[in-house]
Each structure stands twice: as C-alpha cells, then as structure tokens.
T-cell receptor, first 112, second 111 residues
Framework: NAGVTQTPKFRVLKTGQSMTLLCAQDMNHEYMYWYRQDPGMGLRLIHYSVGEGTTAKGEVPDGYNVSRLKKQNFLLGLESAAPSQTSVYFC???????????FGPGTRLTVL | KNEVEQSPQNLTAQEGEFITINCSYSVGISALHWLQQHPGGGIVSLFMLSSGKKKHGRLIATINIQEKHSSLHITASHPRDSAVYICAARRSETSGSRLTFGEGTQLTVNP
C-alpha cells in the first residue's frame, strides 16, 4: 500500500515550457487535492476533485489545469510555466467518509 | 489579515519542556486540523477536532469554538518533535471539505 505518490520529485523548467505532475493514490479515495507551498505562506489550494471525472477551482487556479480521468490519478498541468510557479506542490487525498487528508511527498518545481 | 493565524512563527525549546502552539481563526468552521511537516517535507495529519480536546501520546490538541482558538501542546518535548506544525480550518460553507491553512510554526527542540 503506497498511499499517495507524486511524480516527479524534482523538476527544473524554463519559462514557457509545459509539464504535468502526476498524483496517484491506491486507497480508493474519492477526494483529491493539489496544493502549492511557498515560503511565508500556508498551503494554498490550486484545484480539487470530488470524484472521477470532476474537477473544481481552488484558491489559486490561474495558470494550472487538472484532470481526473481515473479515480486513482489526479494530474496537474502547467501549460506555459512562469517563474511565479516556482514552488513545492503537494497532492492529497481523502475518503468521503472521513476528514483526514493524506499527503504525497511533494514535488519541488523551479521555473527559470 | 489571514483567516487562520498561528503563533509563534518560530519556537525553540530545550528537551523536556512543555510546548504550546496557538491557532486562531476568523471564520466559521466545522473542524480544525493539526498537521506536522517533517524536515524532509512530508506532511502528516495529527488531529482533527470540532470540540473539546484530543490526546495522542505526548500531543494534546484543544479547541474553543466560542473564542475561535485552538492549541497544540507537546509534553516532555524531544528533539524528534522538531518540525513545522500547521493548523488548518475546514470552513462550514465550503464544498469539497476544503481547508484553509495557517503559515505554520517552526519548532526546534534542542537536546
């Protein structure tokens, strides 16, 4: 039981490049979340999903897109990366029957 | 003003000391979470509470709904407790059980 995994762990991009971050969970959780964590700020919600095929905007959605084609996977896309998107990205999931979120190990992204 | 505020931002203690981290929130909530972020970056959930007090080992979390305030206490602190402690509020009216996070408290426990 791997829990929540994130791919990749580290990535360096140039401004304007695109990439996709993958979050996978093997706990059959309905809810999945993407956060970013920046120095001096709390975790901020980018997008979330309440089930397969559904997504919704969070607090800071601009510049990101998401997809939840399979229940176990939640993808975060950056179509044209900007230096302001340099951050650590965390994915989390939870079951509909409980409030506790389980976090992935994070992806450190640097945009030059 | 952030909806969820923690104090202090940084805390240094000697091994064995009793530690308190505070969290205040300005919105109506249905639950409050305490999380721990390890030096390596991993985040784990410690407590979720909507009233009263919860205890797990040397960790105690309390919440006062009327005063919109929660505290996390660590008894007999140990260097392995060094981490960032984060409180997060689940607002009453949000969909998807979205959380609003505080900035975190960096705790360092020296031997």
């Amino acid at each position: 039981n791997a829990g929540v995994t994130q791919t990749p762990k580290f990535r360096v991009l140039k401004t304007g490049q695109s990439m996709t971050l993958l979050c996978a969970q093997d706990m059959n959780h309905e809810y999945m979340y993407w956060y970013r964590q920046d120095p001096g700020m709390g975790l901020r919600l980018i997008h979330y999903s309440v089930g397969e095929g559904t997504t919704a905007k969070g607090e800071v959605p601009d510049g990101y897109n998401v997809s939840r084609l399979k229940k176990q996977n939640f993808l975060l896309g950056l179509e044209s990366a900007a230096p302001s998107q340099t951050s650590v990205y965390f994915c989390a999931s939870r079951t509909s029957g409980a409030d506790t979120q389980y976090f992935g190990p994070g992806t450190r992204l640097t945009v030059l | 003003k952030n909806e969820v505020e923690q104090s202090p931002q940084n805390l240094t203690a000697q091994e064995g000391e009793f530690i308190t981290i505070n969290c205040s929130y300005s919105v109506g909530i249905s639950a409050l979470h305490w999380l721990q972020q390890h030096p390596g970056g991993g985040i784990v959930s410690l407590f979720m509470l909507s009233s009263g007090k919860k205890k797990h080992g040397r960790l105690i979390a309390t919440i006062n709904i009327q005063e919109k305030h929660s505290s996390l206490h660590i008894t007999a602190s140990h260097p392995r407790d060094s981490a960032v402690y984060i409180c997060a509020a689940r607002r009453s009216e949000t969909s998807g059980s979205r959380l609003t996070f505080g900035e975190g408290t960096q705790l360092t426990v020296n031997p």
